[in-house]
């Protein structure tokens, strides 16, 4: 599981520059055995209006693209 852990951080460091702009960040909880990736929004993302948006059109999408195993990923805050 480590090395599809730092294939899922790699996907992250793609889009994390944008989450720092805005004042977030991401960070991996977990990958679930059923291959969804816990992830806790950090900073101005926590709670944010638009962090459902923000997580599936950019976060979820982007780690799809590089680890097609995910199946979901979801925020800890928002289960």
Do not use: W
């Not at 680890?67 to 925020?75: A, G, L, R, T, W």
């Amino acid at each position: 599981m480590d090395a599809l852990k730092e294939r899922v951080e790699k996907a992250l460091e793609k889009i994390r520059p944008y989450l720092v702009a805005d004042g977030g960040d991401i960070e991996i909880v977990d990958i679930t055995e059923d291959m969804v990736l816990r992830v806790e929004l950090k900073g101005a993302c926590n709670g944010c209006p638009f962090s459902m948006q923000t997580l599936k059109a950019g976060v979820e999408i982007a780690v799809k693209n590089e680890v097609p195993e995910i199946q979901q990923v979801v925020d800890i805050h928002m289960l």
